[in-house]
Structure formats: structure tokens, C-alpha cells
């Protein structure tokens, strides 16, 4: 059996199992929740606790959960379906890659790190300051962990950065064995990376109500929960944390001001849940990403992304999953 053929079946398997298990998972104290994320480095398997949640058409609409406000350490997780975490990885992947094979290995112009895999976690070069979160090493913890076969030369090169400096020296190696191996492993595990990206969210939602400024605590968790409570709600929550973040690092950002999901909710205008909430976070992520053009500094010319910023942003007010 070819190791293509082998990863794919693996990747599988592991993917119903994994979706087993989370579907049993409840949400953790916000105190202990820190570390949860992309801490974990022991290869292990996650044992199934129930059957996969088959879902009977791709339209179905993803579930939505409320109460964030007083959500506790026992409160379950949404149950997300294959055919639905399916959804989530290729939008995200429409969105951050163009649905292209090609495109995951990358690096975007302009930028001082490696974009990869479905949601272009971010690999930056050793000895390179992270200055917009280091994630690729995280998402290589999260698909040993479930049991995926991780390249040796990739393991090795995980605690030591990316190995090109440049997108220049990623271009010139585009096409080499150990980069066509990247990208196949990338295109094999593209679920697991989706569950990787849901998890990221469903760990940062206790957390945004209590990170915001006393002031605006109420408002965020009423916006959060307006928009987690419409059809594709969820999705849109899920993707915005892939793009930019939780906004929890207060030090983050320019000036001071980080343009998170956090401050997505902070900006909003209140609303009940339906479609006026999902123009409402468009519109105010939109506000939150202007904000960040104005406050960046002129040589990195973060102008030239907005447009592409907003086309996104639009997908938000019609999510269709």
C-alpha cells in the first residue's frame, strides 16, 4: 500500500473517531482552558464514545448553541457531524486558499511566514518574531495526536521553524519531494485540520465573555450568543477565529487595538439572533479591519488587503451552511 493510500485511510478512520469523542466533550473551566488549545505533544488516539452523528443532506444547517453568558465547565460542545465538519473545511479552505491543492504550502506577499493547510496556519522561520501567532506547530501537535503520520523531516523541523526564510525560497522548493509531501499530507488530513479549527473556537468562547472590559461584558456575550443562535452562526464564529483570532491578547494588535473576534463583538451593534445579526458582525468586522489598515504602519501598505478582507466578510451575511 502506497503511503498516500495508507494516510488516507488512517486520516479517515481517525476522523469518525475523533468526531466520536468530541461529540462527549463538555467545555472547560476558563482558568484551565489556556492550555488545551495546542499544548497537546503525546501521540495518542482518541477512542470513540458513541456512534457519528450521519447527517441526511450537505445543506443541513450546523447546530447552534446559546448561553454563553453562563456557560460552565459541563455545558456540551456542539455536535458536528462529518458531513458538516466537512462544510466548514471547504469554505474555510475556499476562502483562505481558493478550494486550490496548490495553495497549501504558501506564502502570501508581503508577509514574513508560511501560510499551510486548509485554514493557512501561520509557520513562521526559526529565530523570527511571531508577531500573528505562530499555529502550524500547534495544528502538527493536533494530527499526531489523533494519529496521523506526520513526515519525519516535519516533525523535526516543528520545533524549529519553517524551513524557508522567504517566500522566494518556498517558490524555488515548491515542487521538491519533501514539499509535494507536505502538500499531499496537508490534502489527506484536511478534516482533522477543520476539527482542529473548531476546537480552537469552541475553547475561546468562555473566554471572550470574560476577557472583555467589564463595561462591555453584557454586550458581548448578547452579540455572541445572537449570532451562535442563526443558522450558520457557528460557521461564521468558527471562521473569523481561523482569520484573525481570538483578540484575546490585550498587548496584541497596533496602538494598542486588536482586531479579534473579541473585538468583532465588542463593536457590534446589539441584535437578536437571525439574519440582522450576521450583517451586524459583517458589518462591524469590517469596521474592526478598517481600523487595523488606519493603524498599521505605512510600509506594510495593509491597505492592498482589504478588498479581498471584505469579500470575505461578505460571505459572513450568507454563510449558506
Not at 513526515?151 to 526564510?165: E, T, V
Not at 455572541?224 to 450558520?232: E, H
Given at each position: 500500500?502506497?503511503?498516500?493510500?495508507?494516510?488516507?485511510?488512517?486520516?479517515?478512520s481517525?476522523?469518525?473517531?475523533?468526531l466520536?469523542?468530541?461529540s462527549q466533550?463538555?467545555?472547560v473551566?476558563t482558568?484551565?482552558?489556556?492550555?488545551?488549545?495546542?499544548s497537546?505533544?503525546a501521540?495518542?488516539?482518541?477512542?470513540?464514545k458513541?456512534?457519528?452523528?450521519?447527517s441526511?443532506?450537505?445543506?443541513?444547517?450546523l447546530?447552534?448553541?446559546?448561553?454563553?453568558q453562563?456557560?460552565?465547565?459541563?455545558?456540551?460542545v456542539?455536535?458536528i457531524?462529518?458531513?458538516?465538519l466537512?462544510?466548514?473545511?471547504?469554505?474555510?479552505f475556499?476562502?483562505?486558499?481558493g478550494?486550490?491543492p496548490?495553495?497549501?504550502?504558501?506564502?502570501?506577499?508581503?508577509?514574513d511566514f508560511a501560510?499551510?493547510?486548509?485554514?493557512?496556519?501561520?509557520?513562521?522561520p526559526?529565530?523570527?518574531?511571531?508577531?500573528f501567532?505562530?499555529?502550524?506547530?500547534?495544528?502538527?501537535?493536533?494530527?499526531?495526536?489523533?494519529?496521523a503520520?506526520?513526515?519525519p523531516w516535519?516533525?523535526?523541523?516543528?520545533?524549529r521553524?519553517a524551513?524557508w526564510?522567504?517566500?522566494?525560497?518556498?517558490?524555488q522548493?515548491k515542487?521538491?519531494?519533501?514539499?509535494?509531501?507536505?502538500k499531499?499530507?496537508?490534502?489527506?488530513?484536511?478534516l482533522?485540520q477543520?476539527a482542529?479549527i473548531?476546537?480552537?473556537a469552541r475553547?475561546a468562547?468562555?473566554?471572550?465573555?470574560n476577557a472583555?472590559?467589564?463595561?462591555a461584558?453584557?454586550?458581548?456575550?448578547q452579540?455572541?450568543?445572537?449570532?451562535?443562535?442563526t443558522?450558520?452562526?457557528w460557521?461564521?464564529?468558527?471562521?473569523y477565529?481561523n482569520?484573525k483570532?481570538e483578540?484575546?491578547?490585550q498587548?496584541?494588535?497596533?496602538?494598542?487595538?486588536?482586531?479579534?473576534?473579541l473585538?468583532?463583538?465588542?463593536?457590534?451593534?446589539?441584535?437578536?439572533?437571525?439574519?440582522p445579526?450576521?450583517?451586524?458582525?459583517a458589518?462591524a468586522?469590517?469596521?474592526v479591519?478598517?481600523?487595523?489598515?488606519?493603524?498599521?504602519?505605512p510600509?506594510?501598505?495593509e491597505?492592498?488587503?482589504?478588498?479581498?478582507?471584505?469579500?470575505?466578510?461578505?460571505?459572513?451575511?450568507?454563510p449558506?451552511?
Amino acid at each position: 500500500m502506497s503511503r498516500q493510500l495508507a494516510l488516507k485511510t488512517i486520516c479517515s478512520s481517525l476522523l469518525i473517531m475523533y468526531l466520536s469523542a468530541c461529540s462527549q466533550q463538555t467545555v472547560v473551566d476558563t482558568e484551565n482552558a489556556d492550555d488545551v488549545f495546542a499544548s497537546s505533544t503525546a501521540k495518542k488516539k482518541v477512542k470513540p464514545k458513541t456512534s457519528v452523528k450521519k447527517s441526511t443532506t450537505s445543506k443541513r444547517q450546523l447546530p447552534v448553541r446559546h448561553g454563553f453568558q453562563q456557560m460552565t465547565s459541563r455545558q456540551q460542545v456542539p455536535n458536528i457531524s462529518e458531513a458538516e465538519l466537512r462544510l466548514i473545511a471547504d469554505k474555510i479552505f475556499q476562502n483562505e486558499g481558493g478550494g486550490n491543492p496548490d495553495n497549501l504550502v504558501h506564502w502570501n506577499e508581503g508577509e514574513d511566514f508560511a501560510s499551510l493547510g486548509v485554514g493557512h496556519f501561520t509557520w513562521y522561520p526559526a529565530g523570527r518574531p511571531a508577531r500573528f501567532g505562530n499555529t502550524f506547530p500547534g495544528l502538527l501537535a493536533h494530527l499526531e495526536a489523533n494519529g496521523a503520520d506526520v513526515p519525519p523531516w516535519l516533525q523535526q523541523a516543528r520545533y524549529r521553524g519553517a524551513p524557508w526564510q522567504t517566500k522566494t525560497q518556498l517558490m524555488q522548493a515548491k515542487y521538491t519531494p519533501e514539499v509535494q509531501e507536505l502538500k499531499n499530507f496537508l490534502y489527506q488530513t484536511r478534516l482533522l485540520q477543520a476539527a482542529y479549527i473548531v476546537e480552537r473556537a469552541r475553547q475561546a468562547m468562555p473566554k471572550l465573555v470574560n476577557a472583555a472590559p467589564s463595561d462591555a461584558r453584557q454586550r458581548v456575550a448578547q452579540n455572541l450568543n445572537a449570532v451562535a443562535n442563526t443558522p450558520g452562526g457557528w460557521y461564521v464564529l468558527v471562521a473569523y477565529i481561523n482569520f484573525k483570532g481570538e483578540g484575546l491578547n490585550q498587548r496584541g494588535g497596533y496602538n494598542g487595538q486588536n482586531w479579534g473576534l473579541l473585538q468583532v463583538l465588542e463593536s457590534m451593534q446589539p441584535c437578536k439572533p437571525g439574519a440582522p445579526a450576521l450583517h451586524a458582525f459583517a458589518n462591524a468586522a469590517q469596521e474592526v479591519l478598517e481600523r487595523r489598515v488606519r493603524n498599521s504602519p505605512p510600509a506594510r501598505n495593509e491597505a492592498r488587503w482589504l478588498a479581498g478582507w471584505s469579500n470575505r466578510i461578505n460571505t459572513y451575511r450568507r454563510p449558506n451552511v
